[in-house]
């Protein structure tokens, strides 16, 4: 019997369940043929047989509700690439040996607040996905100095990666694999001044607005390096989300002065590592897919529907860039099994088809336990069945 949605597992019920959910996909990955070439290829707009899938994209609770249902399915449809993180994004990196370790899963399943390496506080609720931040670590820009020459982590420490080599290893020579890299420039620099502050330092701190994120891309170069010294890493997937569902967070020109010769820093340097550069920025953020593509990203995620016109974006932008994304996880709620197939089967043809089929398909979002077996079963079909 599947939990219900109001069922409360203990640490120990949700760590049996989630290593089981993930021995049994990553059995069923290793275990068909490599798609590294050719995933390769729809990545890099050179063609490919047909769109490659990626739809482990989930949330604790939909692996505990569904269990081995779900991992049926990726069983009987395994993803064609493999995006793994090092260490869990709203925790930050944990040297071995550290006192007091915070647990992920306890994190992020219960009621929590723990620090992360940058010093900001982060809480989770019972019944959310993700967490918040709820303090930061640099308050005053009279802090900066001291904050840049004592708390910034090391982006060189020894092991940082470490936590992506398992599955590096088990399908990096086979499956196309993305080292998965967030909270990036805009992100990273909210999560240490607080969203009000960051949107006022634009305007009223500009120099110190500038020296935090020279400080933080010079980190962030360093990432990118630490990914491409790993044998059979394929691609860096970086996440700045930068869109509310109608408009950018800020002016397109103030994007401009700010993130676009830091952002073509960071693809230049992925290409110089022989790293694709997939950018992850939830929202509209259609006034800047041109300076994204300018800066060498190579894949856009997650094309959210709700937020973009997909059909004018994949008119404009098709065959400059590889779309990531674009398949709809609020409205997966509500549809019909068979308005998810047609639904799936529209954005393969906008997106991929046309363009030889240089297309990613997924969730724009992650899967949560609201959407229906019946639906993420359809979902799985129609994106395998093209």
Known sequence: MKPELNHKPGIAEIQTAVE????????????????????????????????????RRLSYDVILRYGDDLA????????DLYCAQAYELFIG???????????????LTQSAQWTDEWGTGW???????????????????????????????????????????????????TKYFSGQTHLSLFERMHCLRGMANAFEDFYVYPKETSRLLDALTEYYLEIVRAWGRLDNVDGLFMTDDWGTQTAL??????????????????????????LDLIFHSCGHVTEIIGDL????VDVLDPLQPEAMDLKQIASKFGGHIAFFGGLSDQRL????????HDEVHRSIDTMGRAFRNAYIVAPSNILTPEIPLENIRALFEACHNQ
């Open 123 to 173: 809480a989770h609720a019972v019944g959310g996905v993700g967490a918040s931040p709820i303090s930061h670590p640099l308050k005053e820009w009279s802090q900066l100095d001291e904050y840049l020459a004592g708390h910034v982590p090391d982006p060189r420490a020894p092991g940082r990666l470490d936590g992506a080599l398992p599955a590096l290893n088990m399908h990096g020579q």
């Open 293 to 296: 593509i300018d800066a060498g």
């Open 93 to 107: 990196y944990q040297a071995p040996g550290r006192a007091h370790p915070i647990d992920p899963l306890h994190a």
């Open 72 to 79: 049926d399915l990726f069983c009987e449809y395994p993803d």
């Open 20 to 55: 089981r959910f993930n021995s049994r996909v990553d059995d069923a990955m290793r275990n068909k043929p490599p798609t590294k070439e050719w995933v390769r290829k729809a990545v890099r707009r050179q063609g490919a047989d047909r769109c490659p899938v990626r739809l």
């Open 333 to 340: 709620v509500t549809m019909s099994p068979t308005e998810v």
């Open 249 to 274: 967070m800020i002016s397109p020109d103030m994007w401009r002065k700010f993130f676009a010769g830091r952002y073509r820093r960071i693809g230049e340097e992925a290409h110089r590592c022989g």
